[in-house]
């Protein structure tokens, strides 16, 4: 017990090293598709393990702080994937990329605990946005923190080439 008066001892510094990677996993049944999420995953969380599951072997919980579920047509929908998950006991985040992302599938994804929606042609600009923004807290999580720090990392190495091009193409006009 410390005494009255006396300052509280501040935190280590934690070594990010020692910290757990952020660990993602992608749920689909197109795989040029689920290829496109992976790649877009990894690219806006280059710290983070991102993993690959086919709805139709997927017989245990993912291993993932967040599960983007991909809902291809002639797939089994995302919803029911979601549904499937929360059922056998998952409780990390769940992201959906859908055609459609009008008010009725929000209902039924809200309903299955589903934290946000992305169209397909949003997958690039989007996708890691939703997906942080449905992690826990950064500030009492160190792995959204994590999460956190490498998008805004990442988009601010985006915004600097946009601007290098921008440049680049002001100096030869």
Do not use: K
């Not at 942080?132 to 720090?149: G, H, N, Y």
């Amino acid at each position: 017990m410390s005494g009255a008066g006396s300052a509280p001892r501040a935190a280590a510094p934690v070594d990010p090293r020692r910290q757990p990677p952020l660990r993602l996993a992608c749920v689909g049944s197109c795989p040029e598709r689920a290829r496109l999420v992976r790649e877009a995953l990894a690219l806006t969380f280059p710290d983070a393990v991102v993993t690959s599951e086919d709805p139709t072997f997927l017989r245990t919980l993912p291993d993932a702080h967040a599960v983007v579920v991909d809902e291809s047509v002639g797939g089994q929908p995302g919803v029911e994937i979601a549904r499937d998950l929360r059922a056998w006991g998952y409780q990390g985040a769940i992201v959906l990329v859908a055609p459609a992302t009008d008010d009725l599938l929000r209902q039924r994804a809200a309903r299955v605990g589903i934290g946000a929606l992305v169209a397909p042609e949003e997958i690039g600009r989007a996708l890691g946005e939703r997906v942080a923004a449905v992690l826990p807290d950064p500030a009492l999580d160190d792995v959204s923190a994590q999460a956190w720090t490498s998008l805004r990392r990442t988009q601010q190495l985006v915004a600097a080439g946009e601007i290098a091009v921008r440049l680049q193409h002001a100096l030869a006009n």
